[in-house]
């Protein structure tokens, strides 16, 4: 019940922030310290441009696709195979994935390892290359799509609509989060804007910690409220 009223009040925890940080940039600026004023013109402005901007960064894109991923490894059974909950369908289900698991491997290792490999940087290496940009979206993708096809073999998911299910579930359970992520983002753009950790040393560290902080931080308390509530069901029943 506290964690669950923890969440509730996240979002209006945000609000408050915001309106802080509006504030302190006013006063801070009367006193000429180096930092955006976000209620002058121009910030109001900026406040009222960039609402949907702010939403649709790439936090945003990567915490769905983990949380598909997480929903895919529930949903289809592969979670119980790894822990050695199989029967002979699901374990033929468990190498068949392994398969095609290894084929994905063996492909991205060629387009890596061999010289002139197609996702190395232009000097042929891995250093801001398209591998190393995309790997965490790929790596995600991937897991969604071996978790629908141990679903699919072993029997668990039969339909197109059960694969949805499965890939989603997980999001729908959970969707009281976006609208803290939606709040949280303007948050963090605002203090982005208004260079308020520039007032600190390493301000830009101390930024991304912060950042990485209010955007995860709350999802692993929605995680945990999910799991903690799917547990007592399951033994209650």
């Known amino acids: 019940m506290r964690l669950r009223n923890l969440l509730t009040y996240i979002p209006l925890g945000c ?21 955006v004023n976000l209620l002058s013109a121009d910030g109001i402005r900026w406040m ?8 649709a960064l790439p936090p945003l894109a990567m915490i769905l696709l983990c949380l598909m991923a997480l929903s895919a490894v529930e949903g289809s059974g592969l979670l119980d195979a ?7 369908k699901q374990k033929n289900a468990l190498v068949i994935t392994l398969v095609v698991l290894i084929i994905f491997a063996v492909a991205i290792a060629c387009m890596t390892l061999l010289p002139s490999a197609l996702l190395l940087n232009p000097l042929g290496t891995l250093s801001q290359s398209p ?3 995309g790997l965490p979206a790929v790596t995600f993708i991937m897991i969604i799509i071996c978790a629908d096809i141990y679903g699919y073999t072993s029997g668990r998911l039969l339909t197109i609509a059960d694969v949805v299910k499965a890939d989603t579930q997980l999001i729908a359970d959970i969707a009281s989060y976006f609208l803290s992520f939606i709040i949280i983002a303007q948050m963090v753009a605002c203090f982005d804007y208004s260079e308020v950790f520039q007032l600190f040393p390493d301000g830009d560290t101390w930024f991304q910690v912060f950042k990485h902080v209010v955007y ?19 033994s209650a029943t």
């Not at 504030?23 to 310290?33: H, I, K, P």
């Not at 009222?48 to 939403?55: D, E, G, Q, R």
């Not at 995860?216 to 399951?234: E, K, Q, S």
């Open 131 to 133: 591998f190393t940009r």
């Open 48 to 55: 009222f441009a960039n609402v949907m901007n702010n939403i």
């Open 15 to 35: 609000i408050v922030c915001i309106v802080l940080l509006a504030l302190f940039t006013w006063t801070a600026s009367v006193y000429g310290m180096d930092v």
């Open 82 to 88: 790894i822990r050695g909950r199989t029967n002979a």
């Open 216 to 234: 995860l931080f709350p999802l692993l308390l929605h995680l945990i409220h999910h799991y903690v509530g799917t547990r007592r069901v399951a």
